[in-house]
């Protein structure tokens, strides 16, 4: 069983930055691909990035390409999700969820631990 826990998560305003973290527990992250995504009010939870065991497969949803990086310390067994130019539209709570498989998904069915979530709040 591997436990998940986001941290990171708070208020910023449009065009601000914050990283979020995911930190494995009980477990390690040892060959799980990782993936972050995003639930607002009202809305289906969402994809947003992915990123293999071996950090050599990532992938984003389009909305944050360019704006959020996914990586890995798998000594530290952390992901992180560097977000920056964030919008509005980019506030949700922000899931972190560890498949365990080597390679990415973008589905979240395919995942089989889950983090509580983190909020993140985008207001001028």
């Known amino acids: 069983q591997v436990h998940v826990v986001e941290s990171g998560g708070g208020m910023v305003q449009p065009g601000g930055s914050l990283r979020l973290s995911c930190a494995a527990s009980g477990r390690t992250f040892s060959g799980a691909a990782v993936g972050w995504f995003r639930q607002a009010p009202g809305k289906e939870r969402e994809f947003v990035a992915a990123i293999s065991w071996s950090g050599n497969s990532i992938v984003y949803e389009d909305s944050v390409k360019g704006r959020f990086t996914i990586s890995r310390d798998n000594a530290r067994n952390t992901v992180y999700l560097q977000m920056n130019s964030l919008k509005p539209e980019d506030a949700a709570v922000y899931y972190c969820?560890?498949?365990?498989?080597?390679?990415?998904?973008?589905?979240?069915?395919?995942?089989?631990?889950w983090g509580l979530g983190t909020q993140v709040t985008v207001s001028s």
């Open positions: 969820a560890a498949r365990s498989r080597f390679t990415v998904s973008i589905k979240k069915d395919e995942y089989d631990y």
